[in-house]
């Protein structure tokens, strides 16, 4: 089993240990849900998750939005069977048109393809014209390290290049920002320990509660720093 996907299936029962409640995809999905409504999505979106991996992100979309529309499309079909499970046959999009979709969201996803461009052309072509995009992705290229490797990550961004990447394949970018300010830190301490395996830590509920206000407080003030470990974009089909 590679590492990415022993990763993505070790979210399926992890919990708050790295799932649903690590502090890390709830920083990381209340990000795009903000987004989402800033972008002027309407009360009652239907948003298309391209790489949902165990479907944390709908959750916390569903909680957001419980009068909209979550689907999803994953290549991983045990990930994929289980996300039919929690979210009905009807979600799972990967064999039928996109252009019902009110947004996309690709969260760290486009780091694992090799020609990041000509994916998201493919996406964008398949979409109807006005629909939003949310793109997060590990950021730095000087915080690659053995864990980006495991992953099956082909590149780290910057705002400069995950900007390059949206408008080569024709998409009008709004905004990009770093996200995990002080993670930075954390990343640099990876890269010279290089972990055994490419799962999260497991923290403490104390821990995983002082990083999440921690993230949150860094995801409302400090999105203005050039750094950070990840970078997000919000973006428009022209």
Known sequence: MSDLRHHLREQLSSGGATGERFFWHRIRAEYVLHALVKSGVGP?????DVGA????????????????RYAFVE??????????????????????????????????????VEDDR???TTIARGLRRGTRLVVTCPALPVLWSEWDTKLGHHRRYTAASLRAALGGAGIAVSDVRYLFQTMVLLGLWRKARPPRSAEFPRLSPAVNGILYVLGTVERGTLGWLPFGASVAATATVP
Do not use: K, Q
């Open 118 to 120: 000509a994916f998201l």
């Open 44 to 48: 009652n979106p239907t948003v298309l």
């Open 75 to 112: 290549p991983v079909e045990e990930l994929a069977a289980h996300l039919r499970a929690c979210y009905g046959e009807a979600a799972d999009w990967s064999t039928r048109s996109h252009h019902e979709a009110d947004a996309v969201v690709l969260l760290d996803v486009i780091e694992h």
């Open 53 to 68: 991996g165990a479907g944390v992100f709908g959750r916390y979309f569903s909680r957001r939005f419980p009068g909209g």
